[in-house]
């Protein structure tokens, strides 16, 4: 087998991560005041603070997607929907690594999270890699991981929005639209034609929309509203996923329910 299929050019890939997690480490050596933007929309102001972590956030963000489609470029099985297709996940997971950076003081801890984002990020860019070629040995364990990381990203946001305690208009649209994204391409990942279902993503997004209207209103901590909302989407992504796969019988929603089921059974112990 072509080793160059299963692993990115180690130059291009040392590269990438290393510029995102230099970015990520000149935060304790610069000290910018921060600044408040409001924006009045038909007599709603919208208001949002803006500091030197959430530009850097916002910035690596942009470089992981971009870094993302070059590393694909080098792959023998490339396609025109690179950046598209293999942007995405590897965005989402360097804009997360900023929020536990952004509340956690500089020292050891700040330190070891960093050290960690940074491996997860490259496992991540080399995940996207490996599952550009279908054919693959190791796409299927590598579609798998993708999607698991997804969904352990969209959980941190969960969690991170509620704690943040913003409000329901704000709130709603960054988990409806980043939950859109992520079950597109998780199906995406598991289709076998590579297709992109649109109408799985959208009804799922929505459904969990509205769930997320109804659990704001009620007085639960951030750990177990993420929990929950996590425990939905990703069983009804997996049961998804094994639809479109031509999955039949017990197979076809046996492992939806258990992982519902841990993630139901966690939140409830959290919430005791």
């Known amino acids: 087998m072509d080793r160059s299929t299963n692993f990115p050019d180690i130059n291009r890939?040392?590269?990438?991560?290393g510029v995102i997690i230099l970015l990520y480490a000149t935060i304790p050596f610069v000290n910018l005041p921060s600044q408040q933007i409001n924006i009045n929309f038909f007599s709603i102001v919208f208001a949002y603070r803006l500091d030197f972590t959430s530009i850097i956030s916002i910035l690596v963000a942009v470089l992981a997607?971009?870094?993302?489609d070059w590393l694909v470029q080098s792959h023998p099985h490339r396609d025109s929907h690179s950046f598209i297709r293999h942007g995405f996940i590897p965005a989402l997971t360097a804009w997360v690594i900023g929020v536990p950076l952004s509340s956690l003081s500089i020292g050891p801890e700040w330190w070891v999270v960093l050290a960690l984002g940074g491996l997860l990020l490259i496992l991540v860019f080399i995940s996207e890699y490996i599952v550009v070629d279908p054919h693959s040995a190791?796409?299927?364990?590598?579609?798998?991981?993708l999607t698991a990381v997804s969904f352990a990203l969209y959980l941190t946001l969960a969690i991170t929005v509620r704690a943040?305690?913003?409000?329901?208009?704000l709130l709603a649209p960054a988990l409806v639209i980043s939950l859109f994204?992520?079950?597109l391409r998780s199906i995406n990942l598991r289709a076998p034609f590579g297709s992109w279902n649109y109408y799985w993503a959208t009804g799922i997004s929505?459904?969990?929309g509205q769930l997320v209207v109804g659990l704001h209103y009620l007085p639960i901590n951030s750990i177990v509203f993420g929990l929950v909302l996590v425990a939905i989407a990703y069983s009804l992504t997996l049961f998804a996923e094994n639809l479109e796969e031509g999955v039949i019988g017990n197979k076809l929603w046996i492992e939806p329910l258990i992982i519902f089921s841990i993630l139901i059974f966690i939140s409830l112990v959290i919430k005791i």
């Open 138 to 145: 190791a796409h299927v364990p590598a579609s798998m991981g």
């Open 13 to 17: 890939l040392s590269i990438v991560a």
């Open 164 to 169: 943040a305690g913003l409000r329901l208009f």
């Open 65 to 68: 997607a971009s870094g993302s």
């Open 181 to 183: 994204l992520l079950v």
């Open 206 to 208: 929505i459904f969990i």
